[in-house]
């Protein structure tokens, strides 16, 4: 089908429409719903974002709809035609980006590109323009001779998309395509979404565990529990928070600290921190009294601001489960009881013109920085640009080409031993034995720090509780969802309750309410002296930290508080910047700066 035929359609027609759909999954000895009487449509020439918890249903939905599932129940037109029946058809009409796209790492951008051509039956005639457009697009064209392995994350991703671009699709089919990106990458790959849209016609679901993305999309649909929760536009599902939104200042606020008291205060649905200010959402359009809220609390002013889909969201969630305040704080003492003290009055990390080389390229060069205990810093960054690199060695996994590194009192060069036994370490990928259960990852984590008898056994348990693992103890750790995937990796890392905890994009893909869950449990860690050092993609998760520095090319460019950085880059056009809005501008201020 051609641009041309594909700008002809109307969004008044529909691409896809989902009627009645259920599917089951059978797990083990245990049959696991995965959607329950689903219907929806979706418009042609839109951007239609699915959005929902893990667990929701939304792969589950996007392979049916990709004719790779049968559904147990119920319907799915694909273009007019029945996904089920008529699958090859369907697949040979849309195109599909699964969360982890098949690139072929030993080949090149050019031969991964010649390989989706052959798959998807491209004439040979066709090929070198509709390459020479992809390419442009991807900004991709100085890189076709560069292995598939050699690329960074976001290049990746947008290679992916090129290939499922290869044969012009009518419907695009996105899953999650943004997960593990930084948001200058984030942003490229919006741009060539809707650039598809609206010069070619084409019609796009996308789903999404980034909540802003959703802001972006034309319409939303939103499931849960495998179950269709609601659809419409982001401006109607934002207007249903209308006058239940307000920000939280002060001169001396302690944000941890007051987080943890307004989730206890009755008529708070939410609350988040957002660099120097916390944000409060209502159960309620009745206006608020700061005093009730915070008693005793002086120096504190509050002001309304516009809601966001994301409140819509967490209300319509909560709605669902009970009343359950996610953002509720762990009770202190709670997670580690009995860190061992620290050095008081000296940095618990120490890191000086610390390099790391390979061969010529220089992936660390002459980083510098110190992190106090009991503070959380955030290292921020494109991909790419040595942030994983820099907490491999921090961690004694690398060892530095140069400079100093000291953690927990010990120097990494020499005592590399003592230091891991002070730390936990949460990597960027699910690290745990995916082919072991819930306890055996427990268990087996637990020899490795060497706890055995009774505290070995405290310890197994204490996880248990307080990661709310016991009804999926026997579960295969690889078949978990994200969420839980990512509370059973943190529950390995603090067995041995250590006094540094780094992580390494620990939420990456993971919905608003397991990332709440998860930030609650490091305001508490934090609260009560360990050290947390974090890289991230997620910009408001930044915003969670006392501190950040943003690294390019090896380099830090810059470090301070949340808003102090978000000041840099404060202009007339743009007088209230997000982090996201701060940090892009100062990457592509400094590319240009080096071009």
């Not at 090129?162 to 899953?175: F, G, K, N, Y």
């Not at 889909?309 to 009995?338: Q, R």
């Amino acid at each position: 089908m051609t641009a041309a035929s594909l700008a002809a359609y109307s969004p008044d027609q529909i691409a896809l429409e989902v009627s009645g759909v259920s599917k089951t999954f059978h797990v083990g000895t245990r049959l696991v719903p995965a959607l329950q009487q689903v219907g929806f449509r979706v418009r042609h020439g839109l951007v239609t974002g699915l959005v929902g918890p893990d667990a929701a249903g939304k792969t589950t939905l996007m392979r049916l709809a990709a004719g790779l599932l049968v559904p147990d129940a119920g319907s799915i037109t694909v273009l007019g035609m029945d996904a089920t029946t008529q699958s090859l058809a369907v697949q040979g009409a849309i195109g599909y980006m699964p969360q982890r796209f098949g690139l072929y790492e030993d080949l090149t951008v050019q031969e991964n590109l010649d390989l989706y051509a052959d798959l998807q039956g491209v004439p040979e005639s066709a090929r070198a323009e509709r390459y020479r457009e992809l390419m442009h697009m991807a900004g991709l064209e100085q890189f076709t001779k560069r292995l598939a392995g050699q690329l960074s994350g976001g290049m990746k991703q947008k290679l992916g998309l090129a290939c499922a671009l290869v044969r012009q699709p009518s419907l695009l089919l996105l899953d999650e395509p943004t997960v593990g990106v930084d948001p200058l990458s984030r942003r490229e790959l919006w741009d060539i979404v809707y650039r598809l849209v609206r010069e070619q016609g084409t019609s796009v679901l996308l789903s999404t565990a980034y909540l802003d993305e959703a802001e972006r999309c034309d319409e939303v649909v939103l499931l849960h529990e495998g179950r269709l929760l609601a659809q419409g536009t982001p401006v109607e599902l934002r207007a249903t928070m209308q006058g239940r939104t307000y920000e939280i200042s002060g001169n001396n606020l302690e944000k941890r600290v007051l987080l943890a008291k307004l989730t206890h205060v009755p008529g708070v649905l939410d609350g988040l921190i957002q660099g120097d200010h916390l944000r409060v959402v209502m159960e309620d359009t009745t206006p608020p009294d700061l005093e009730i809220l915070l008693p005793g609390v002086s120096g504190m002013a509050m002001k309304p601001v516009p809601p966001r889909f994301e409140d819509s969201f967490v209300a319509m969630i909560k709605s669902k489960s009970g009343g359950k305040k996610f953002s509720s704080p762990i009770p202190a003492g709670k997670i580690v009881p009995g860190i061992a003290q620290t050095y008081p009055g000296k940095p618990v990390i120490e890191v000086n013109n610390l390099q790391r080389r390979f061969g010529d390229f220089y992936a660390v060069n002459n980083v510098t920085f110190s992190v106090a205990k009991g503070e959380v810093f955030g290292l921020l960054g494109a991909n790419g640009a040595g942030k994983s690199t820099t907490f491999r060695m921090l961690c004694g996994l690398l060892p530095p080409s140069g400079g100093t590194l000291r953690v927990a009192g010990a120097d990494l060069r020499h005592a590399a031993a003592t230091a891991r036994e002070r730390i936990g370490y949460m990597s960027q990928k699910f690290s745990l034995y995916g082919n072991l259960s819930v306890i055996e990852n427990l268990k087996f984590f637990s020899s490795v720090y060497g706890l055995s008898g009774k505290r070995g056994t405290g310890r197994i348990s204490w996880a248990m509780d307080e990661f709310e693992l016991g009804n999926i103890a026997d579960f295969t750790s690889g078949d978990l969802s994200l969420g839980y995937k990512q509370r059973l990796a943190l529950a390995c890392a603090l067995m041995h309750e250590p006094e540094i905890l780094f992580l390494d994009e620990p939420t990456s893909g993971v919905d608003p309410l397991a990332r709440r869950e998860f930030w609650a449990r490091i305001n508490a860690l934090a609260a009560q002296g360990v050290t947390v050092m974090v890289t991230t993609h997620f910009m408001e998760e930044a915003e969670y930290c006392d501190r950040i520095a943003i690294m390019a090319a090896g380099e830090i460019l810059t470090m301070g508080t949340p808003g102090s950085i978000k000041q840099q880059t404060r202009t007339e056009k743009m007088p209230a910047p997000t982090m996201e809005d701060a940090f892009v501008a100062l990457i592509l201020a400094h590319e240009e700066a080096t071009a």
